[in-house]
C-alpha cells in the first residue's frame, strides 16, 4: 500500500533540520501527550479493575454469596433442615450457619463496637480467607464457650492478642432487682486474622456458634444462614430453588443487593475515569494536527518541486499519512510499555514513593484495602491502544489532505 519513496519522504519530513526545529518541538510534544495519555488509562484502569476484584474477593470471602433470614428478623429456628436441604442444591459449595450481633468491646481502658459473628470452628477453617491469613495464634484453640479471634488492627486499637483478655459488652440487658443492666462477658484471643481490608480488620471478632448462640441468647437457633457458591452469579437461580423447596416465609438477601450501590459506585467512576482520560489523548491528537499543518506549510515549496517532479497526489497524501501516523503508533506503543510496567508493579512504585516522600499515599481507612491492586485486562487495555490509533489516524487525514491538494503553481508563485 505504501512504496519506498513515501516513506523515504516521511522519515525525512520527521527529522526536521535546526531551521525547522519548532515543527520537529510539537510532533515530540503529541508524541509525549499520546504516550502519557495510553500510559494514564492503562494504569487508571487496571487500578479500578484491581480494586473491583479484590473487594468482590474478599467481600464474598468473608460474607458468602447469599443470606438466608426469617422474614420477621427473628432467630431462625430448626435451621438443621434447612441448611442440609440448601447443601444439597446443585451449585452450592457451602452452607454455614451464623449467629451475629452487635457489640461493645474494651480492653485496656479502650473502648468501641464491632460486629461478633459465631460460626462453627470447622466452618472457620474451611473459610480460606480468615484460616491462610492468621498473623499470630492458631486456629485449634477455637473452641469451647470463651474463645474469640479478631482481626489485625482491632488487636492493635485495644492492645491485644493470642491469651489477652477482651471484654464483650451486648446491648441485650439482664433484668434485676436494681433495673437493666448491660450483660458482659470475658473472652480469651486465641488468634490474630489480617484479611487485608480494613473494615473486617478493625471491626469484626469471631467466636465459635455455640458460644455467640449462649451470648446473645438464641440457643437453638441463628440469625442467618450464609451459603456459597461454585459460581456467585448465579444466585437468583438457587434463590428460586430455596423458595420451591422451604415453605415458610424466609428473606434471602445476595451479594449482588447487598453491594449494589458499592460496585456501582465503582464501574460509574471507571467509566467516567475512561472519559476523562481520554481527554488526554484527544488533546494530543489536537496537537499532531497543529503540528502537522504547520509542517505542511513549512513544505510548501518541497511538496510542489516533488509534484512537478512527478510525484502524484496520491503519493503526497499517502507520505503525509504515514508522518503523522508514525507519531500516533510510536506515541501507542510507549504508552503501552510504559502503562503496563508501572501497573504491574504498582504496589512496589507505592512503597517507594512513600518511602522518598514520607507520607502514606494509601491510607487503608480510606480505600478498604491495605494494598494498592492492579488488575490488567486485555480488553480494557485493547480498547485504549484501539481508541488512540482511531484518534491518531484521523488526526493527519486533514492535514494529508491539504498536502496533496496544494497546487505547484501557487506554492511556488513567490519563490
Do not use: C
Not at 120 to 131: L, N, T
Not at 142 to 166: E, Q
Not at 301 to 310: P, W
Not at 399 to 410: G, I, K, Q
Amino acid at each position: 500500500m505504501f512504496n519506498s519513496f513515501e516513506w523515504i519522504i516521511a522519515l525525512r519530513y520527521l527529522r526536521s533540520r535546526r531551521e525547522e526545529g519548532f515543527v520537529s518541538v510539537i510532533v515530540w510534544f503529541s508524541l509525549a501527550g499520546i504516550a502519557l495519555g495510553v500510559a494514564t488509562l492503562i494504569i487508571v484502569m487496571s487500578v479500578m479493575n484491581g480494586f473491583r476484584a479484590e473487594l468482590l474477593q474478599r467481600i464474598l470471602g468473608l460474607n458468602g454469596h447469599m443470606a438466608v433470614y426469617s422474614i420477621d428478623h427473628k432467630p431462625l429456628k430448626e435451621f438443621e433442615d434447612l441448611a442440609v436441604k440448601i447443601s444439597l442444591m446443585v451449585g452450592v459449595t457451602r452452607v454455614i450457619p451464623t449467629v451475629e450481633g452487635q457489640v461493645l468491646l474494651s480492653a485496656n481502658k479502650v473502648a468501641g463496637g464491632a460486629i461478633v459473628r459465631g460460626i462453627r470452628p470447622a466452618d472457620i477453617k474451611a473459610r480460606k480467607i480468615i484460616s491462610e491469613n492468621i498473623q499470630s495464634g492458631t486456629l485449634d484453640n477455637f473452641h469451647g464457650k470463651n474463645s474469640v479471634i479478631v482481626g489485625k488492627r482491632l488487636a492493635l486499637k485495644f492492645g491485644v492478642g493470642p491469651g489477652d483478655k477482651l471484654r464483650l459488652v451486648s446491648p441485650q440487658s439482664n433484668q434485676t432487682a436494681f433495673g437493666s443492666v448491660p450483660r458482659s462477658k470475658i473472652y480469651k484471643v486465641t488468634a490474630v486474622f489480617d484479611v487485608g481490608m480494613f473494615e473486617y480488620d478493625s471491626g469484626f471478632v469471631f467466636m465459635p456458634l455455640e458460644a455467640a448462640q449462649i451470648y446473645f441468647r438464641s440457643k437453638g437457633a441463628v440469625t442467618n444462614i450464609e451459603i456459597f457458591l461454585s459460581d456467585p452469579d448465579q444466585v437468583r437461580v438457587i434463590r428460586t430453588k430455596i423458595r420451591d423447596k422451604e415453605n415458610r416465609p424466609l428473606r434471602i438477601v445476595d451479594w449482588q443487593e447487598a453491594n449494589a450501590s458499592f460496585f456501582n459506585a465503582i464501574k460509574v467512576e471507571r467509566n467516567v475515569m475512561f472519559l476523562i482520560l481520554t481527554l488526554i489523548v484527544l488533546v494530543a491528537a489536537f496537537n499532531i494536527i497543529s503540528g502537522m499543518i504547520m509542517m505542511v506549510k513549512d513544505k510548501g515549496r518541497d511538496i510542489a518541486i516533488l509534484r512537478t517532479m512527478g510525484a502524484t497526489r496520491g503519493m503526497i497524501l499517502r507520505a503525509f499519512l504515514i508522518a503523522g501516523a508514525s507519531v500516533g503508533v510510536f506515541g501507542t506503543l510507549a504508552g503501552f510499555v510504559l502503562g503496563i510496567t508501572f501497573a504491574g508493579n504498582i504496589e512496589t512504585i507505592r512503597q517507594w514513593l512513600q518511602g522518598l516522600t514520607g507520607t502514606e499515599l494509601f491510607a487503608a481507612e480510606i480505600y478498604f484495602l491495605s494494598n494498592l491492586p492492579s488488575v490488567i485486562e486485555i480488553g480494557d487495555v485493547a480498547s485504549v491502544v484501539a481508541m488512540s490509533l482511531g484518534l491518531s489516524f484521523l488526526a493527519v487525514i486533514y492535514p494529508a489532505w491539504r498536502a496533496a491538494t496544494l497546487e505547484p503553481v501557487e506554492a511556488l508563485r513567490y519563490e
